[in-house]
């Protein structure tokens, strides 16, 4: 098992970045890849990126291609994901997620793990 953590969500204007961290206490969280997706109001979850237990190979799903940057530091046993440009649409609540597998198609739903979100909120 392994718990996350997610960190560094607030209030910020619209043209601003911001860098989400998701870490872990325990030592197997090296095992697994981690991805970010995130959740409006009164929508579903959608999926925004991987990264694998190397931190070598990353994915995004198409629509999600662009302002969004994931990496990881093992040494720091975090992953982060740092959004450019953001938009009010951007609001949501972000989530990290790990699995045992990395997932590489764009309907991917994640894995058994997850984060307890950090708020992201864009003003106009």
């Known amino acids: 098992q392994v718990q996350l953590v997610e960190s560094g969500g607030r209030l910020v204007q619209a043209g601003g970045s911001l860098r989400l961290s998701c870490s872990s206490s325990?030592?197997?969280?090296?095992?697994?890849?981690i991805s970010w997706f995130r959740q409006a109001p009164g929508k579903e979850r959608t999926f925004i990126a991987a990264?694998?237990?190397?931190?070598?190979?990353?994915y995004y799903p198409d629509s999600m291609k662009g302002r969004f940057t994931i990496s990881r530091d093992s040494a720091k046993n975090a992953v982060f994901l740092q959004i450019a440009n953001l938009r009010p649409k951007d609001t949501a609540v972000y989530y990290c997620?790990?699995?045992?597998?990395?997932?590489?198609?764009?309907?991917?739903?994640?894995?058994?793990?997850w984060g307890q979100g950090t708020q992201v909120t864009v003003s106009s």
């Open positions: 997620n790990a699995d045992t597998q990395y997932p590489i198609t764009s309907d991917y739903l994640g894995g058994n793990y």
């Open positions: 325990g030592r197997s969280f090296i095992r697994y890849a």
């Open positions: 990264i694998d237990a190397s931190g070598e190979s990353t």
